[in-house]
Nanobody
Framework: QLQFVESGGGLVQPGGSLRLSCAAPPSTLDRYVIGWFRQAPGKEHEGVSCISSSDDNTYYADSVKGRFTISRDLAKNTVYLQMNSLKPEDTAVYYC??????????????????????WGQGTQVTVSS
């Protein structure tokens, strides 16, 4: 059962920070690329960040580069997304998922990402004054 559970979202003022958590199934983080997606109202989902199982390869969307940091804790089966200097355009529901394809590349457009049915409920991030 490859089900992920997101938490840590909330309401924050512009310039503030949040840390999102993704509770992953056992033995997932050391086998698969894990990524964060987000979907804002009226928009399609977009890839935000991902991290390889080896920690050697990470990806950040240009819109969040320098502000967001992805990390993982294998013992806790958890992936984190530290979000600093938040902007109103970061407002969205944030999801995490695994790329179950072969290899250890962090590519958020690959067809091997799990279907959205496995992404969980997501966690709402709202950036507003």
């Amino acid at each position: 059962q490859l089900q992920f559970v997101e938490s840590g979202g909330g309401l924050v003022q512009p310039g503030g920070s949040l840390r999102l958590s993704c509770a992953a199934p056992p033995s997932t983080l050391d086998r698969y690329v894990i990524g964060w997606f987000r979907q804002a109202p009226g928009k399609e989902h977009e890839g935000v960040s991902c991290i390889s199982s080896s920690d050697d390869n990470t990806y950040y969307a240009d819109s969040v580069k320098g502000r967001f940091t992805i990390s993982r804790d294998l013992a806790k089966n958890t992936v984190y997304l530290q979000m600093n200097s938040l902007k109103p355009e970061d407002t969205a529901v944030y999801y995490c998922a695994a790329d179950v394809g072969d290899g250890d590349m962090c590519i958020m457009t690959r067809p091997s990402w799990l279907p959205r049915d496995y992404w969980g409920q997501g966690t709402q991030v709202t950036v507003s004054s």
